[in-house]
């Protein structure tokens, strides 16, 4: 998935965005390509991975690995970007995979006019959404619900259904035809009652998705 767009890629949304950087940069770096993982605001340090704060330091490392790390570590312990333009860490690596969003660990989001934080030399949009949020309330399972009910037409105490949550997707616009939507947290794609659910949110997007498990490797193509 990742492959065939060298370059910054920037993955925003909620519920496995983490993962896929972590996940994707392994991948891509076993298959011998050099990888920088990085974030435009902030995100946890992914473990086992190296951690470079400065250019000097990031290109030794990158002659050693292909999978490095870049940004500085603040008080709170997470990560915030780094000083190095995006468009530099483009030219020192095969492919530059950016966290370019926030979420507070929640599986929905709906973003406030500041977000997300997609670098100008980005080449590819990975929207990532948790799927197994659906059926819980707008509530409690949404980042920012306030602006996701104002997208919608819903009220905090309605069910986030497949169906409602395209349709805050599909209103925020933060997509093109060539990016990625990827339903993560799918746990049981045997269950009739969750292929369901991903095909009723396929369907009233009106596109292409993916859905499935990130961290275990299983997507299928759906819509």
């Not at 298959?31 to 470079?52: E, Y």
């Not at 929640?106 to 197994?132: M, Q, S, Y």
């Not at 169906?163 to 209103?171: I, K, N, S, T, Y």
């Amino acid at each position: 998935l990742l492959a065939p767009h060298r370059g910054v890629i920037s993955v925003i949304g909620s519920g496995g965005k983490s993962t896929l950087l972590a996940c994707g940069g392994r991948a891509l770096a076993d298959a011998g390509r050099r990888v920088v993982l990085a974030t435009s605001t902030h995100m946890f340090v992914p473990q086992d991975i190296p951690l470079a704060s400065g250019e000097l330091e990031l290109e030794a490392m990158l002659s050693k690995c292909n999978l490095v790390c870049v940004g500085e570590v603040e008080r709170t312990g997470k990560l915030i970007a780094s000083a190095i333009p995006f468009s530099r860490l483009a030219g020192m690596a095969d492919y530059v995979l950016v966290e370019a969003d926030g979420s507070h660990r929640l599986p929905l989001k709906a973003h406030a006019p500041h977000e997300p934080v997609i670098p100008a030399a980005n080449a590819r949009t990975i929207l990532v959404v948790g799927a197994g949020a659906f059926g819980e309330t707008v509530e409690t399972a949404v980042h920012r619900p306030e602006i996701f009910c104002r997208l919608t037409g819903c009220s905090p105490q309605d069910a986030a259904t497949p169906e409602l949550v395209a349709r805050a997707v599909a209103a925020e616009g933060l997509v093109d035809e060539d990016d990625l939507v990827i339903l993560n947290q799918v746990d049981h794609m045997d269950r009739p009652s969750s292929l369901d659910a991903c095909h009723d949110f396929a369907r009233a997007l009106g596109r292409e998705v993916l859905a499935g498990s990130i961290r275990s490797g299983a997507l299928v193509h759906l819509g």
